[in-house]
């Protein structure tokens, strides 16, 4: 293999995980060619949280300090019954995260953390990006492994030693690749709104929600976080509820009578807020089977949603994508003779944290939408379970690390 293929790793998709790894492994001297099938860059959805553990890696990669004046950094998590918008505990984030975690909580619109990636990658010359390009097929040979890329109406061959397939839920180098598992459709459908913090909506949320906190409301039907994006200006709002799969895609038509069915017996005031911030888009929750492999022999790699998918209940889909990209250049750059190997020690490292943060979402859904007996008993606990230790039951999750390879 000629010195530039030996040195070249191509991802597909560049969304947060495609972005992070190009950074992660130009950072390590490797030349990236990253292609996204887009024609330009948009970013799916709206809000996201970033938890520690993903803000200590954008810190590390440079992409924090251009990212934070578009953020809010929340006071706390905070989880309301919906039927009575009574607060039922309160994990202290702000200052407090930083103390612990090291490492801020912080909300913000997807596109600026996109803007923020993008601004980074534009400072490194060993990283191309070309978009409206799509994988049509993956050719694996020894010790390298070349991508058909469709552009413009034209085919060209990207090779290189490492094939990143960071394309999503819905990933075409899955497909292509070999590996077995495709997305399967959870059942769930997720509602989202923006709303401007000065229009009646956003007033009206916040006299009864917590304006400075990424607030969950909890009801057997559904639940609804909502949270300030873009410095404050605006509020993220999602709500989950079971429904029909619709069409593929991050986003989607849907009956609004699926949400407003199931919020029946919630607080009039949430109510009318759901009513005043439509219209509401809805998509289909997709996962994928973690039990298939992430990584082959022949140098291909799967990270984030085309790895392993999971229901949002946990708030980590972008921060495990982030820690994905930095723990797989880390393996890589740790086996400069063997970097195929290195493939299946990442996956071996990464596999039970990624099944122990689906636990935790599975759990949290559970949790949110327990009704009867089920719920006083969450209620119970919630009420005697201290801030301070529901913060230490998080630290596995937010105070972890990159681990030193050679300590593995």
Known sequence: MDDTRSRQVVIAGAGVAG??????????????????????????????????????????????????????????????????????????????????????????HRADLQDALMARLAEQ???????????????????????????????????????IGADGVWSAVRAFGGFAARSRFSGELAWRATISADSAAGEAFAAFGAADCVTTFLHPGFHLVAYPVSNGAAFNLAAFTRGEIITEGWSGRADPEILAGAMR????????????????????????DQAQLWTTPAGIALIGDAAHAMTPFAAQGAAMAIEDAATLAGFVAASPADPWQALAAWEKVRRPRIAKVARRGALNRLAWHASGPVAVARNLFLKLRSPEKLAADLDWLYGWRTPEVGGQ
């Open 19 to 108: 972005l992070t790894a190009a950074l992660a492994f130009s950072e390590r001297g490797y030349l990236v060619r990253l292609f996204e099938q887009a024609p330009r860059l948009e970013a799916a959805g709206a809000g996201i949280q970033l938890s520690p553990n993903a803000t200590r890696i954008l810190r590390q990669f440079g992409v924090l300090e251009r990212l934070r004046p578009a953020t809010v950094r929340p006071e706390a998590v905070v989880l309301k019954d919906a039927a009575t918008l009574r607060e039922l505990a309160r994990v202290p984030l702000g200052e407090a995260a930083e103390r612990r975690w090291q490492a801020p909580y912080l909300v913000a």
């Open 125 to 163: 010359p060993d990283i191309s990006l070309v978009t409206g390009a799509r994988v049509g097929d993956v050719a694996a040979g020894p010790r390298h492994t070349t991508a058909k890329v469709e552009i413009a109406g034209k085919t060209v061959e990207a090779d290189g030693f490492l094939l």
């Open 265 to 288: 017996g919630t607080a009039a005031a949430l109510a009318r807020l759901v009513e005043d911030a439509g219209p509401w888009t809805a998509w289909p929750i997709h996962t994928v």
